[in-house]
T-cell receptor, first 111, second 117 residues
């Protein structure tokens, strides 16, 4: 059974710092891995989707990497801003069109 | 751009009452999903649908039923609500491509906050 783990559960950094969020999964047979952002009281917004054949995806200050063999993905946020404060969730598509989610990392960027 | 709309946004029920949560999407998506989100547990899949008239069980289907009579709507029903079903419920949808079928992100609604007393 696929399990997705995110470490740390919470992170507090000063504005301007570069940071890395971690996601690990137990079964390397995945179709893709997705990173989402969730603001308090809101739904999830897709940030990046990495296909199983890719090693990384970039969008603005965000860069996500994927290492299937080791069951790991990282989300790199450059030059963090207070507006980046949110919960970040990763999820893997296990080839059955369903997503298995981690429990998220709650990020606070202090001004 | 409406995207995925969930109705209602909040609801309080008494144990044993029934209710239906409505999800509507205007993106012509084939796949629709119902999740629940509980503190510290991430999102868990309740039921999903791969097309109009089809439904399937997810990870935590007990106590819930669903229907997909129209492509744009996916209904989640609680026949006899229990306190353990207090949660935030999210609906999501994604499109279908014969080539890129698993490579499109899911679009989420803003959630329904359900409390059962």
């Amino acid at each position: 059974k696929q399990e997705v783990t995110q470490i740390p559960a919470a992170l507090s950094v000063p504005e301007g710092e570069n940071l890395v969020l971690n996601c690990s999964f137990t079964d390397s047979a995945i179709y893709n891995l997705q990173w989402f952002r969730q603001d308090p009281g809101k739904g999830l917004t897709s940030l990046l989707l990495i296909q199983s054949s890719q090693r990384e995806q970039t969008s603005g200050r965000l860069n996500a990497s994927l290492d299937k063999s080791s069951g790991r993905s990282t989300l790199y946020i450059a030059a963090s801003q207070p507006g980046d404060s949110a919960t970040y969730l990763c999820a893997v598509d296990d080839s059955s069109y369903k997503l298995i989610f981690g429990s998220g990392t709650r990020l606070l960027v202090r001004p | 751009n409406a995207g995925v709309t969930q109705t209602p946004k909040f609801r309080v029920l008494k144990t044993g009452q029934s209710m239906t949560l409505l999800c509507a999407q205007d993106m012509n998506h084939e796949y629709m999903y119902w999740y629940r989100q509980d503190p510290g547990m991430g999102l868990r899949l309740i039921h999903y649908s791969v097309g109009e008239g089809t439904t399937a069980k997810g990870e935590v289907p007990d106590g819930y039923n669903v229907s997909r009579l129209k492509k744009q709507n996916f209904l989640l029903g609680l026949e006899s609500a229990a306190p353990s079903q207090t949660s935030v419920y999210f609906c999501a949808s994604t499109g279908r491509s014969d080539i890129l079928i698993s490579n499109q992100p899911q679009h989420f609604g803003d959630g329904t906050r359900l409390s059962i007393l």
